[in-house]
């Protein structure tokens, strides 16, 4: 059974960074894409972030170079590294396997300006 447990958002002002983690179980990282996906006020889940199964990345144009994705397979966390952030980056922010399993239930980012 698959199981995400996101952590690590919070408050933060204009230009700084956070880190979230992913905590994962029943998901074979080697042979997965992990995604982060964020969910703004009012408006659809979108993806922001992906790492392969060898850990190849990919960002969305509104977050490529700012944020960084990466893995830990030994402890089954996937991590998003978020710098520069932007108020626009405010959303809850959830982790997922690719195809999407059953969702976590994310972990709020708050950028003031």
């Known amino acids: 059974q698959v199981q995400l447990v996101e952590s690590g958002g919070g408050l933060v002002q204009t230009g700084g960074s956070l880190r979230l983690s992913c905590v994962t179980s029943g998901i074979t990282m080697r042979f997965r894409t992990m995604d982060w996906y964020r969910q703004a006020p009012g408006k659809q889940r979108e993806l922001v972030a992906s790492i392969s199964g060898d850990g190849l990345t990919n960002y969305a144009p509104p977050v490529k170079g700012r944020f960084t994705t990466s893995k830990d397979m030994a402890q089954s966390t996937v991590y998003l590294q978020m710098d520069s952030l932007k108020p626009e980056d405010t959303g809850v922010y959830y982790c997922?396997?690719?195809?999407?399993?059953?969702w976590g239930l994310g972990t709020q980012v708050t950028v003031s300006s």
């Open positions: 997922n396997r690719r195809p999407p399993s059953t």
